[in-house]
C-alpha cells in the first residue's frame, strides 16, 4: 500500500495556465507538507497543515494556494504557472505536529514543467 | 546562505570503497535528521540523532552527532551501488529545513 502517493507524477504545460497537484496519504497522520525541490536539488518547504488548519505559509506566491478537504488529503493549486515554477514538488506527511524526532513520509514527487 | 551546509556536494567512488559526508551548521541544534532520496522518488527517512556525540549505526552507514550539536556526519563502509541518490540532512520541528545536499554516486 503506498503511504502518500501523488498525481501526476509528471505535469507539462505552458505559461499561463492553471494546473492542480492531488496528494493522499493513508498513514491516518494529522500534518501534511508541500514542498518545492528546485533544480540544484534543494528541497524547501512551501505549506503545511495540521488537521486541515493551515500552519505554515512560507512566503509562497498567492498564485499556489493549498486546500486540504480533509485531513488525508493536500492539494495543491497552481494559478498563472510561470516558468520559475518548474521544479518538483513532493507532498509529505507526520504523526503530529511540531515533534522534531517525528518522522516526514514523502511521495514520489510530481514534476512540473512550465514551457 | 544556507543554515546547513553539506560537503562535498558531488562525490563519486568506486563500489567498496568507505566516504564520509558532512553537514555543518553555526547553529545548536536539539535533534537532526538524515534522509537518503534516490532518483525520482521522495526522501527517506534514515535516522534522527539528538544527543551530542551520539553514534548511530544503520547497518554500513554510521551517523555522527557532533559534540556541540552543531554539525553531524555520515560514514558508509564498503560502499554499494544501491547506496547512489541524493543524501540530506533536516532539523526542525514544525517544518523541515533541509541541507544543500550531497550527490553520491557509487560505480560498480
Known amino acids: 500500500d503506498t503511504a502518500v502517493s501523488q498525481t501526476p507524477k509528471y505535469l507539462v504545460t505552458q505559461m499561463g495556465n492553471d494546473k492542480s497537484i492531488k496528494c493522499e496519504q493513508n498513514?491516518?497522520?494529522?500534518?501534511m507538507y508541500w514542498y518545492k525541490q528546485d533544480s540544484k536539488k534543494f528541497l524547501k518547504i512551501m505549506f503545511s497543515?495540521?488537521?486541515?488548519?493551515?500552519?505554515i505559509n512560507e512566503t509562497v506566491p498567492n498564485r499556489f494556494s493549498p486546500k486540504s478537504p480533509d485531513k488525508a488529503h493536500l492539494n495543491l493549486h497552481i494559478n498563472s504557472l510561470e516558468l520559475g515554477d518548474s521544479a518538483v514538488y513532493f507532498c509529505?506527511?507526520?504523526?503530529?505536529?511540531?515533534?522534531?524526532?517525528?518522522?516526514?513520509?514523502f511521495g514520489p514527487g510530481t514534476r512540473l514543467t512550465v514551457l | 546562505t544556507q543554515l546547513l551546509e553539506q560537503s562535498p556536494q558531488f562525490l563519486s567512488i568506486q563500489e567498496g570503497e568507505n566516504l564520509t559526508v558532512y553537514c555543518n551548521s553555526s547553529s545548536v541544534f536539539s535533534s537532526l535528521q538524515w534522509y537518503r532520496q534516490e532518483p525520482g522518488e521522495g526522501p527517506v527517512l534514515l535516522v534522527t540523532?539528538?544527543?551530542?556525540?551520539e553514534v548511530k549505526k544503520l547497518k554500513r552507514l554510521t551517523f555522527q552527532f557532533g559534540d556541540a550539536r552543531k554539525d553531524s556526519s555520515l560514514h558508509i563502509t564498503a560502499a554499494q551501488p544501491g547506496d547512489t541518490g541524493l543524501y540530506l540532512c533536516a532539523f526542525g520541528n514544525e517544518k523541515l529545513t533541509f541541507g544543500t545536499g550531497t550527490r553520491l554516486t557509487i560505480i560498480p
Open positions: 498513514l491516518g497522520h494529522d500534518t
Open positions: 497543515y495540521n488537521n486541515k488548519e493551515l500552519i
Open positions: 540523532v539528538v544527543t551530542g556525540g
Open positions: 509529505a506527511s507526520s504523526p503530529r505536529l511540531a515533534v522534531q524526532t517525528d518522522t516526514q513520509y
